[in-house]
């Protein structure tokens, strides 16, 4: 049997078991797919080897160090430099970031938008702001602390803490944070993001399975807004192609896992 988990912490909250083993299920896949709680991402390697894994995925806090950890990085991540997907391939790791794509096709929806502010400096915000400046749109990123904003400002990105910012027009404004996740917290403060939303065209939370604070500020402003089901969905169809080498077509790894949503 081959096993699969997700890395996080905290985890309890995922549903990529239950998306995961939905396929697993349908086409008759001996596999299984578990949550895995891991505080120190230090040990996140010696874990995946130690359970015999044949892939997992990588939830906050740990996808930088899943990044640092791989034995080869391929495709977007290797810029994004935050891995979500790990397979194993001939005894070695390679890591993969599938939020990324997942991001840009749960953003069509909203039609053709020329920028974005991305609450939030974590591994989701890096994906986020390297995939939409490559489908045209800019990305400027405010975070709490200064400190995670280096490798923003490395790569060209417009990068501000929370004190200095532009409050100016963005048309999608973005949570990215954990805020909200496991508390009540608002990424930003309640006035900050009234100015924001009354300007902006939508938005999006990328936590799912609830409304979190910012959503229910998103609503009062009568905005057109996502919550991060849909991301969940499209970067689990991606990483499931990888885990199963791509024997299972896209369309239909998304119709499977889309049905696991409303069990
Ligand atoms: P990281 O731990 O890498 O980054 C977390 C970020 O949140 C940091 O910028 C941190 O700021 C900020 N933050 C945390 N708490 C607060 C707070 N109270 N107020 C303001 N900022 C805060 O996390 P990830 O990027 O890996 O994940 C972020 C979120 O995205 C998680 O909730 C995760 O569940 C969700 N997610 C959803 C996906 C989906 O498919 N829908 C896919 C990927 C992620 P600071 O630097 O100041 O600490």
Not at 162 to 187: C, H, K, R
Request: hydrophobic fraction near 40%; charge should be negative; glycine fraction near 8%.
């Amino acid at each position: 049997m081959k096993l699969f988990t997700i890395f996080g912490d905290p985890v309890s909250h995922s549903r990529s078991p239950l998306m995961h083993n939905s396929v697993f299920k349908a086409y008759q896949i001996d596999a299984c797919y578990t949550r895995t709680h891991l505080a120190d991402g230090a040990s996140l390697r010696d874990v995946f080897f130690a359970k015999a894994l044949s892939g997992a995925n990588v939830t906050v806090p740990h996808k930088e160090v899943a990044y640092a950890v791989c034995d080869e990085v391929r495709g977007i991540a290797q810029h994004i430099g935050a891995v979500n997907t790990l397979v194993l391939e001939n005894g070695r790791l390679i890591g993969y970031n599938t939020d990324a794509d997942g991001f840009m096709a749960a953003l069509q929806s909203f039609g053709t938008l020329a920028n974005a502010l991305i609450i939030g400096a974590g591994g989701t915000a890096r994906a986020l702001a390297t995939v939409l400046r490559q489908n045209g749109i800019t990305p400027t990123i405010v975070n709490r602390s200064e400190n995670r904003l280096d490798y923003f400002k490395a790569n060209d990105f417009l990068a501000y803490s929370w004190g200095n910012f532009p409050l100016t027009t963005y048309d999608v404004i973005i949570n990215t944070t954990s805020a909200g996740l496991a508390d009540e917290e608002l990424p930003l403060s309640s006035s900050l993001l009234s100015e924001l939303f009354s300007r902006a065209t939508c938005a999006v939370d990328v936590i799912y399975g609830k409304t979190t604070p910012f959503l229910r500020e998103v609503q009062k402003a009568k905005l057109p807004y996502k919550d991060g089901s849909n991301m969940l969905l499209e970067q689990g169809v991606l990483a499931n192609h990888l885990f199963m080498d791509g024997t299972i077509p896209l369309d239909a790894l998304r119709e499977t896992m889309s049905k696991s949503f409303s069990l």
